[in-house]
């Protein structure tokens, strides 16, 4: 149970932001709390009779949300995690997408990075969010994935004050959603939210010929593309390879691949690695002996977070 103590002169405004809230997760009311219907959990506005300091600025306790909707569809939802004393100058957020072949997967898969960010650094708030999966012929990867972290970002940002959280962005993803933020960050963050990109074993290259010999590639290639939104005559697979896309506005990124990858080859490393070279972007390409990120060494696994710590604090601080 999360209790929100405030005094009378605050008493309006802590109204107002629930009248938010239940806009936004249509939750139940009564006269003196509000429930969450997943969490059951329960927010209780009360005065405190001890004297306080009016002129105080009430401290916001820590709170979770889970499967908020950003959009319409079932899929569109994101788990959030708000820090205790937020602030929406200077809390900054963390948004996690989750693997699976842009055909699979779920945000319940990013436990560890969760675990990681409340332990770790704690101060940040952490979104981690579904959406919508590729479909055969009923709804392709690109650029729809695309279009949904951009709904989610916006979501975000227009429950900036609600959430009290300042709209810059870490995103951090592993595999396909690792390519999905790079994407995004490279093609959709107009407005430069997105401040740096922690890229796990994500695809940087679809025109590699490791792609191309796969014999299940044109199958693949069907699910994921929708050549309908993208200029005629053009190459779908460069306009959604990361490595391909790679220019003077893309963030900061922080790669890391297996030397053994069955699922995504170390070219793609390389080849990304080149890339961010040319367009003079500051990155860090980390190669590990392993695979696909789930046989990496203990001192590997300790050598990225520890690097992931460096990059918030040189890209996303706390102020």
């Given at each position: 149970?999360?209790?929100?103590?405030?005094?009378?002169?605050?008493?309006?405004?802590?109204?107002?932001?629930?009248?938010?809230?239940?806009?936004?997760?249509?939750c139940?009311?009564?006269?003196?709390?509000?429930?969450?219907?997943?969490?059951?959990?329960?927010?209780?506005?009360?005065?405190?009779?001890?004297?306080?300091?009016?002129?105080?600025?009430?401290?916001?306790?820590?709170?979770?949300?889970?499967?908020?909707?950003?959009?319409?569809?079932?899929?569109?939802?994101?788990?959030i995690?708000l820090?205790?004393?937020?602030s929406?100058?200077?809390?900054?957020?963390?948004?996690?997408?989750?693997?699976?072949?842009?055909?699979?997967?779920?945000?319940?898969?990013?436990?560890?990075?969760?675990?990681?960010?409340?332990?770790?650094?704690?101060?940040?708030?952490?979104?981690?969010?579904?959406?919508?999966?590729?479909?055969?012929?009923?709804?392709?990867?690109f650029?729809?994935?695309?279009?949904?972290?951009?709904?989610?970002?916006?979501?975000?940002?227009?429950?900036?004050?609600?959430?009290?959280?300042?709209?810059?962005?870490?995103?951090?993803?592993?595999?396909a959603?690792?390519?999905?933020?790079?994407?995004?960050?490279?093609?959709?963050?107009?407005?430069?939210?997105?401040?740096?990109?922690?890229?796990?074993?994500?695809?940087?290259?679809?025109?590699?010929?490791?792609?191309?010999?796969?014999?299940?590639?044109?199958?693949?290639?069907?699910?994921?593309?929708?050549?309908?939104?993208?200029p005629?005559?053009?190459?779908?697979?460069?306009?959604?390879?990361?490595?391909?896309?790679?220019?003077?506005?893309?963030?900061?990124?922080?790669s890391?691949?297996?030397?053994?990858?069955?699922?995504?080859?170390?070219?793609?490393?390389?080849?990304?690695?080149?890339?961010?070279?040319?367009?003079?972007?500051?990155?860090?390409?980390?190669?590990?002996?392993?695979?696909?990120?789930?046989?990496?060494?203990?001192f590997?696994?300790?050598?990225?977070?520890?690097?992931?710590?460096?990059?918030l604090?040189?890209?996303?601080?706390i102020?």
């Amino acid at each position: 149970m999360i209790v929100l103590e405030k005094t009378m002169k605050n008493y309006y405004l802590i109204v107002a932001n629930l009248l938010v809230f239940l806009l936004f997760s249509s939750c139940s009311v009564t006269d003196d709390e509000i429930i969450n219907e997943e969490r059951q959990d329960v927010i209780i506005i009360s005065n405190n009779n001890e004297e306080q300091d009016n002129s105080s600025t009430p401290v916001l306790e820590a709170l979770e949300l889970f499967d908020m909707p950003y959009g319409d569809h079932p899929k569109q939802v994101f788990d959030i995690y708000l820090p205790n004393g937020r602030s929406s100058a200077s809390t900054k957020a963390v948004i996690l997408i989750h693997g699976g072949g842009w055909r699979g997967g779920d945000k319940s898969n990013m436990e560890e990075d969760i675990h990681f960010f409340r332990t770790v650094h704690p101060d940040y708030a952490i979104f981690n969010f579904n959406y919508v999966l590729a479909v055969a012929s009923e709804h392709k990867a690109f650029p729809n994935q695309y279009l949904d972290i951009q709904l989610a970002i916006e979501k975000i940002t227009a429950y900036s004050e609600f959430f009290q959280v300042k709209p810059e962005f870490a995103l951090l993803g592993r595999s396909a959603g690792a390519h999905l933020a790079m994407m995004y960050d490279s093609v959709y963050d107009t407005l430069d939210q997105v401040k740096f990109v922690a890229n796990i074993v994500g695809p940087s290259d679809l025109t590699d010929p490791y792609y191309l010999q796969d014999p299940d590639f044109d199958e693949v290639y069907e699910i994921l593309i929708d050549e309908s939104q993208f200029p005629e005559n053009s190459d779908p697979l460069a306009l959604n390879s990361p490595a391909l896309v790679a220019n003077e506005d893309t963030s900061p990124i922080l790669s890391f691949y297996g030397n053994q990858d069955p699922l995504v080859p170390i070219t793609n490393a390389h080849t990304l690695d080149q890339a961010l070279l040319e367009v003079s972007n500051e990155y860090i390409l980390n190669i590990y002996d392993g695979g696909h990120g789930n046989n990496w060494s203990d001192f590997d696994q300790q050598d990225l977070r520890n690097q992931i710590d460096l990059y918030l604090n040189d890209f996303l601080p706390i102020e």
